[in-house]
Antibody, heavy 113, light 111 residues
């Protein structure tokens, strides 16, 4: 059974940093591209970042480019999102997704003073 | 950027009746590999999105056949043949021909 478990969310002040993790199991992690998607409270879905199976190809949404960094450790079956210079508008539930097929339950990031 | 536009934004359906959601993209989603990269998701209340349909008309594993997708190019439709209480939630279309973009979502409720 495919499982994706996000962690690392929490309350952070504007300008602060957080590192999200996504632990994957139930599939060959190293064979699949991964994505981060976020959902602000009461809002729709917004794609954040993509990483290829090898980690060599990476893309970001314009809204996070230069502030967020996606990475993966295929030996640990883990995906990461380093978020710096956080803003109030980054407040959202962050989901990791295996391609578009399976999604985790999400982790809430709240940026507030 | 590719813009995805869904209509309607909300739908109230009598149990057992059909429902239809439209999704239009600002550019063709037909790739040179012959595939059309249009997906449909359902986000039930309090849950993460779940994939229903991939590449326009293919039901994902475990998705009941009351869900069907159709369309081509820039115009797509999701149909639910008989809406039941378990189908309530927000339906999103998504394109992945160039990065990912989602529609605004269509909230489906039961009358």
């Amino acid at each position: 059974e495919v499982q994706l478990v996000e962690s690392g969310g929490g309350l952070v002040q504007p300008g602060g940093s957080l590192r999200l993790s996504c632990a994957a199991s139930g599939f060959t992690f190293s064979s699949y591209e991964m994505n981060w998607v976020r959902q602000a409270p009461g809002k729709g879905l917004e794609w954040v970042s993509y990483i290829s199976s090898t980690g060599r190809t990476i893309y970001y949404a314009d809204s996070v480019k230069g502030r967020f960094t996606i990475s993966r450790d295929n030996a640990k079956n883990s995906l990461y999102l380093q978020m710096n210079s956080l803003r109030a508008e980054d407040t959202a539930v962050y989901y990791c997704a295996m391609r578009g097929d399976y999604w985790g339950q999400g982790t809430l990031v709240t940026v507030s003073s | 950027d590719i813009v995805m536009t869904q209509t309607p934004l909300s739908l109230s359906v009598t149990p057992g009746q059909p429902a239809s959601i439209s999704c239009k993209s600002s550019q063709s989603l037909l790739h040179s590999d012959g595939k059309t990269y249009l997906y449909w998701y359902l986000q039930k209340p309090g849950q993460s999105p779940q994939l229903l349909i991939y590449e326009v008309s293919n039901r994902f594993s475990g998705v009941p056949d009351k869900f069907s997708g159709s369309g081509s190019g820039t115009d797509f439709t999701l149909k639910i043949s008989r809406v039941e209480a378990e189908d309530v939630g927000v339906y999103y279309c998504m394109q992945s021909i160039h990065l990912w973009t989602f529609g605004q979502g269509t909230k489906v409720e039961i009358k």
